[in-house]
């Protein structure tokens, strides 16, 4: 493992799998495993909590460094990446490792037999803990591997890897999520501070693709003083984009974003939902459904097709 902070992360509650990948229990997997909530996933897709897993291949590494990000922006991209480790071996330490420390949960008087053995077979593999996946090169070849499982996969990306989502386009993932941290170019390098020149450009050309995918989403994560504004802008951003799902979040000071957002940063939920109301109204959408404790909303064009079947 190459990474210094891997201790550091496994005290966080990360569970390395091999060299650059890994997992974290989500916050709503052990409430749902709890009856005691849900997650907004299963809230806007029908996506199990207890099932899913929250997973990283390219552990801690991103070619952004956004304000708003929980993980440590501080480091910078190592020079001759190598990620090369085996989807099938990625995929089964992932499932190896969540079964691992879900165990705790079997004598756990809230939580039925049948949640708990359900847990143990998860069908889902959430793409978002950490890092970019799109800097992977086996990326297809592990949405594949997912595929033959019977598993669906959520992938979210910044944007800037064009040439992977062209690939990714002959094998997608259940979902792909590209994210719009900014109505303008000149924002974007300010709150975003990208590691490298042109990225976007890169954002906007993959924006473009984001018609190709069966479930194109766009994620914005809003912070007040930040990027929650010009809503004008993002309106007009949005308008040529072929998209099915457009997900409006609060930021929150959690990881090591506490370093760089305070409460004050953290929209209300109130807040998002206009927010949303106004580029609804510009862009002809419809809010169609809404977590407040997730501080998140859901747009669409028609609420049709959003329930994804296991």
Sequence with gaps: ?????????????????GK??????????????RNEGICYKNTFYGIVPWRCIQASVTLDL??????????????????????????????????????????????????????FEEAMDPKHVALSLTG???????????????????????????????????????????????TVPAPNEELFEKVCRPLGKNL??????????????????????????????????????????DFKFLELKAAMPIGDARYRLTMENMPYHSEIKDFGKKIARLNKLKIVDEKKDSRVILLMKKDKGRKIKL
């Design 132 to 178: 970019d996946a799109c800097l992977y090169s086996k990326l297809p070849s592990l949405i594949k591997e997912i595929k033959n499982r019977k598993m669906t996969s959520f992938l979210v990306t910044n944007g800037t890897f064009t040439s992977m989502l062209k690939k990714l386009r002959k094998e997608q993932p259940t979902q792909l999520y590209i």
């Design 200 to 241: 976007w450009k890169k954002i906007m050309e993959s924006l473009d693709l984001l018609g190709d995918f069966s479930r194109g989403t766009i994620r914005m994560t809003l912070a007040k003083g930040i990027n929650m504004c010009n809503v004008e802008e993002y309106a007009n951003l949005l308008k040529n984009i």
């Design 62 to 115: 991103c070619n952004l460094r956004c304000q708003w990000c929980w993980r440590d922006v501080g480091l910078d991209l190592p020079k001759n990446l190598v990620f090369n480790d085996k989807p099938q071996d990625i995929l089964s330490g992932f499932i190896k490792e969540q079964r691992k420390i879900l165990q705790g949960f079997k004598g756990n008087f809230k939580v039925s037999k049948k949640k």
């Design 1 to 17: 493992m190459f990474y210094e902070r891997k201790k550091d992360l496994e005290k966080q509650g990360y569970r390395i799998v």
């Design 20 to 33: 650059h990948s890994a997992i974290k229990i989500c916050h709503w997997c052990k409430k749902s495993l």
